[in-house]
């Protein structure tokens, strides 16, 4: 076991030795077929126990790591996907609000300047029938006939 080697001449057991005698770390390789199984690469963590001189370790293959990240990238690019929906559904109704809060605003805006422009309209046609009734009673010579 102790000179167990990967594919590329990695001796695996010598290396985690060494990491553990080194604060731990992580080392990557091949392992080595077992029984029935093909070589697979693989990533391993140790750590050194230095008053027994053991080290201990985990490993999981590249693979396994592989197809959990695909998983959780697939996860999240779901949610994301949600998130996009929701904040462009939002946005349409915000645009709908803004759209419809301005074309009322535009209506009323139109009917009041209408109202004003019927009021002047109206003040000048007023206007206009005191101007006739003042010309033609200044034409008509009767000022003249009042009494001062």
Known sequence: ??????LNGL????????????DGGFLRYVMPPLEGE??????SYVEGIADW??????????AD??????????KKEASIRIKIAVIMVTLAGFLFFGY???????????????E???FFDQAAQKQNRWQQRIRFFLNSN????LPT
């Open 65 to 74: 790591l592989d197809h959990e990240l695909t998983e959780m990238i697939d």
């Open 38 to 43: 093909r070589p697979e690469e693989k990533i």
């Open 53 to 62: 001189k053991w080290y201990v370790g985990t490993g999981e293959f590249v």
């Open 142 to 145: 009767n000022w003249r006939k």
């Open 100 to 114: 419809v809060t301005s074309r009322q605003l535009g209506l009323q805006v139109r009917s009041s300047l209408q």
């Open 11 to 22: 001796k695996i057991v010598q290396n985690l030795i060494h990491l553990a005698q080194n």
């Open 116 to 118: 004003f422009q019927n």
């Open 1 to 6: 076991m102790y000179e167990a080697t990967d």
